[in-house]
C-alpha cells in the first residue's frame, strides 16, 4: 500500500505548573517563599528516518500528544521537563499547517530534525514574586499551553530524474537495467503502484537519482487513476526523461501517448510543462515500422526535444541516454527545496483566521482567542526579537485597536494567556 498523503493532529506538552510554598524548618518557623518552577513541556519534533518510504504509518496513527512539563515543588525544586517526542518521516515530506496552508518544514535533508509544535513554558514558583511591599506572595503562575496544530504531510519524492509516460511504456524495465532498483514488471495497467528509486552510475564518482514513477494516463491532472499521486512526485525532479513505447504493442498511437502526457503535466503545473525533458523512443527491438518509429522522431525534434532511441530489454541505447543524461544533470539548479514561513507570518495568518475578544476584568484588560495559545506557546519572553514579532502580531491582528476601543489607557494591565503586562502605546 503506497501512502503519500497524510493529515496528523499535535499537541505539544503544557508547561508544568509553578509551586506556591514557604520554607519551614527547625529555626525558620516563618521562611520566604520557596516554590519552585514547574518544568517545560514536551516539543514534538519530525525527523528524517531513510528506512521510510511512504507515510502509511500515519493512516493508522494520527493524533500526537507530547508529555505536560512536571510540578514545581518546595525549597526551590523544578519540576522535570517532558521529554520531546519524536516521530519519523520519510525523506522528502513537506510538512504544512492546516489551517493558514503555510509550510512549516521540508523535510528533505538526510539527517533533518525540525520542531513542529514547540512545548509550553514552565509556569514560575511563587519564589519569583516575592517584593519589598509583597513578601508573602500566595500565587504562582500556571504553566503556558503547548502549542496545538493539526498539520498535513506531503511526500514527494526526491530524485534527479523522473521516469514519466503511460503505464508499459518500459520505465520500469528501463530502471531495473540501469540501477540496483527492482521494481515489479508485469504486462497490465500500473504495475508500479509506489515511486521506486534507483541510483544510475555513469562513471567514477558520477551518478544520479532515477525515480520511475506511476505511470499517467489521460486525465490525470483531475486525479484519474493515480493522477494526483503521481504528479506530486515528478514536481521535485530536475530532468524528466519521457518514455514512449514507440513499438505501440498495446495498440496505441506513440505520437498521441506523447502528446497526452505533456499535455497533463502541463494542465497540472505549467512549470511542469517547462521542465528540461528528454523523449525515450523505447522498445526499438520491437518496432514494425520503421517508417512510423521515423515520423515520431521527426516531430519530437521538431517539437524542439532531444530524442533517444533505445531498448530497454536489448540494451540498444542506453548508455548514450545515461550520458547525456548524465551531462545535462550538470546544468541544471539542485532540487526545489521548500522553504518554511517564517514564525512571524505563520502566527499572523493564525491571528487573521482566529477571532478573539477584548473584555475588562476589574480593571486588567483580558484578550481571548483560539490563537492566544498558539502565540503564547510560541513566544520566548526573555528574548527581544521574540517580544517584537509578539507585539506586532498584536498590532496588525488588531487587537492594539481593539484595546484602545475599550478604554485602555498607558500603564494599564492587559493580560493575554496566562502573561500579564503594562500597556504602553
Same mark, same amino acid.
Given at each position: 500500500?503506497?501512502?503519500?498523503?497524510?493529515?496528523?493532529?499535535?499537541?505539544?506538552?503544557?508547561?508544568?505548573?509553578?509551586?506556591?510554598?514557604?520554607?519551614?524548618?527547625?529555626?525558620?518557623?516563618?521562611?520566604?517563599?520557596?516554590?519552585?518552577?514547574?518544568?517545560?513541556?514536551?516539543?514534538?519534533?519530525? &525527523?528524517?528516518?531513510?528506512?521510510?518510504?511512504?507515510?502509511?504509518?500515519?493512516?493508522?496513527?494520527?493524533?500526537?500528544?507530547?508529555?505536560?512539563?512536571?510540578?514545581?515543588?518546595?525549597?526551590?525544586?523544578?519540576?522535570?521537563?517532558?521529554? %520531546?517526542?519524536?516521530?519519523?518521516?520519510?525523506?522528502?515530506?513537506?510538512?504544512?499547517?492546516?489551517?493558514?496552508?503555510?509550510?512549516?518544514?521540508?523535510?528533505?535533508?538526510?539527517?533533518?530534525?525540525?520542531?513542529?509544535?514547540?512545548?509550553?513554558?514552565?509556569?514560575?514558583?511563587?519564589?519569583?514574586?516575592?517584593?519589598?511591599?509583597?513578601?508573602?506572595?500566595?500565587?504562582?503562575?500556571?504553566?503556558?499551553?503547548?502549542?496545538?496544530?493539526?498539520?498535513?504531510?506531503?511526500?514527494?519524492?526526491?530524485?534527479?530524474?523522473?521516469?514519466?509516460?503511460?503505464?508499459?511504456?518500459?520505465?520500469?524495465?528501463?530502471?531495473?537495467?540501469?540501477?540496483?532498483?527492482?521494481?515489479?514488471? $508485469?504486462?497490465?495497467?500500473?504495475?508500479?503502484?509506489?515511486?521506486?528509486?534507483?541510483?544510475?552510475?555513469?562513471?567514477?564518482?558520477?551518478?544520479? $537519482?532515477?525515480?520511475?514513477?506511476?505511470?499517467?494516463? &489521460?486525465?490525470?491532472?483531475?486525479?484519474?487513476?493515480?493522477?494526483?499521486?503521481?504528479?506530486?512526485?515528478?514536481?521535485?525532479?530536475?530532468?524528466?526523461?519521457?518514455?514512449?513505447?514507440?513499438?505501440?504493442?498495446?495498440?496505441?498511437? $506513440?505520437?498521441?501517448?506523447?502528446?497526452?502526457?505533456?499535455?497533463?503535466?502541463?494542465?497540472?503545473?505549467?512549470?511542469?510543462?517547462?521542465?528540461?525533458?528528454?523523449?525515450?523512443?523505447?522498445?526499438?527491438?520491437?518496432?514494425?515500422?520503421?517508417?512510423?518509429?521515423?515520423?515520431?522522431?521527426?516531430?519530437?525534434?521538431?517539437?524542439?526535444?532531444?530524442?533517444?532511441?533505445?531498448?530497454?530489454?536489448?540494451?540498444?541505447?542506453?548508455?548514450?541516454?545515461?550520458?547525456?543524461?548524465?551531462?545535462?544533470?550538470?546544468?541544471?539548479?539542485?532540487?526545489?527545496?521548500?522553504?518554511?514561513?517564517?514564525?512571524?507570518?505563520?502566527? &499572523?495568518?493564525?491571528?487573521?483566521?482566529?477571532?478573539?475578544?477584548?473584555?475588562?476584568?476589574?480593571?486588567?484588560?483580558?484578550?481571548?482567542?483560539?490563537?492566544?495559545?498558539?502565540?503564547?506557546?510560541?513566544?520566548?519572553?526573555?528574548?527581544?526579537?521574540?517580544?517584537?514579532?509578539?507585539?506586532?502580531?498584536?498590532?496588525?491582528?488588531?487587537?492594539?485597536?481593539?484595546?484602545?476601543?475599550?478604554?485602555?489607557? %498607558?500603564?494599564?494591565?492587559?493580560?493575554?494567556? &496566562?502573561?500579564?503586562?503594562?500597556?504602553?502605546?
Amino acid at each position: 500500500m503506497f501512502i503519500d498523503l497524510a493529515e496528523i493532529y499535535l499537541k505539544a506538552g503544557d508547561g508544568g505548573p509553578g509551586k506556591v510554598s514557604f520554607l519551614r524548618a527547625k529555626y525558620i518557623p516563618n521562611g520566604g517563599p520557596d516554590g519552585g518552577d514547574g518544568g517545560d513541556g514536551g516539543s514534538i519534533i519530525l &525527523e528524517v528516518d531513510l528506512g521510510l518510504r511512504t507515510l502509511v504509518d500515519f493512516r493508522y496513527k494520527r493524533k500526537y500528544v507530547a508529555d505536560q512539563g512536571g510540578k514545581g515543588d518546595g525549597r526551590q525544586m523544578s519540576g522535570r521537563d517532558a521529554k %520531546d517526542l519524536i516521530v519519523k518521516v520519510p525523506r522528502g515530506t513537506i510538512v504544512r499547517d492546516k489551517s493558514s496552508g503555510l509550510i512549516l518544514a521540508d523535510m528533505s535533508g538526510e539527517t533533518q530534525r525540525e520542531v513542529i509544535a514547540r512545548g509550553g513554558k514552565g509556569g514560575w514558583g511563587n519564589q519569583h514574586f516575592a517584593t519589598p511591599t509583597r513578601q508573602i506572595p500566595n500565587f504562582a503562575h500556571p504553566g503556558t499551553s503547548g502549542v496545538e496544530r493539526t498539520v498535513v504531510l506531503e511526500l514527494k519524492t526526491l530524485a534527479d530524474v523522473g521516469l514519466v509516460g503511460y503505464p508499459n511504456a518500459g520505465k520500469s524495465t528501463l530502471i531495473s537495467a540501469v540501477s540496483a532498483a527492482k521494481p515489479k514488471i $508485469a504486462n497490465y495497467p500500473f504495475t508500479t503502484l509506489t515511486p521506486v528509486l534507483g541510483i544510475v552510475s555513469v562513471g567514477p564518482g558520477e551518478s544520479f $537519482a532515477m525515480a520511475d514513477i506511476p505511470g499517467l494516463i &489521460e486525465g490525470a491532472h483531475d486525479g484519474v487513476g493515480l493522477g494526483h499521486a503521481f504528479l506530486r512526485h515528478v514536481e521535485r525532479t530536475r530532468l524528466l526523461l519521457h518514455v514512449v513505447d514507440v513499438a505501440e504493442t498495446d495498440g496505441r498511437d $506513440a505520437l498521441e501517448d506523447f502528446r497526452i502526457i505533456n499535455r497533463e503535466l502541463s494542465l497540472h503545473d505549467v512549470n511542469l510543462a517547462e521542465r528540461p525533458q528528454i523523449v525515450v523512443a523505447n522498445k526499438a527491438d520491437a518496432v514494425g515500422d520503421e517508417g512510423k518509429l521515423e515520423k515520431f522522431v521527426h516531430f519530437v525534434k521538431e517539437s524542439g526535444y532531444e530524442v533517444f532511441v533505445i531498448s530497454a530489454v536489448t540494451g540498444e541505447g542506453v548508455k548514450p541516454l545515461l550520458r547525456r543524461t548524465a551531462d545535462l544533470l550538470k546544468e541544471l539548479p539542485e532540487i526545489t527545496i521548500y522553504e518554511a514561513a517564517s514564525p512571524a507570518a505563520l502566527l &499572523e495568518a493564525h491571528v487573521k483566521e482566529s477571532p478573539f475578544t477584548v473584555r475588562n476584568e476589574n480593571g486588567v484588560y483580558v484578550v481571548e482567542g483560539p490563537w492566544v495559545k498558539r502565540i503564547i506557546g510560541s513566544i520566548n519572553l526573555s528574548d527581544r526579537e521574540s517580544l517584537q514579532y509578539f507585539q506586532r502580531v498584536m498590532k496588525t491582528g488588531g487587537i492594539i485597536d481593539a484595546l484602545e476601543a475599550k478604554g485602555v489607557k %498607558d500603564g494599564d494591565t492587559v493580560r493575554v494567556g &496566562e502573561v500579564e503586562f503594562d500597556f504602553l502605546h
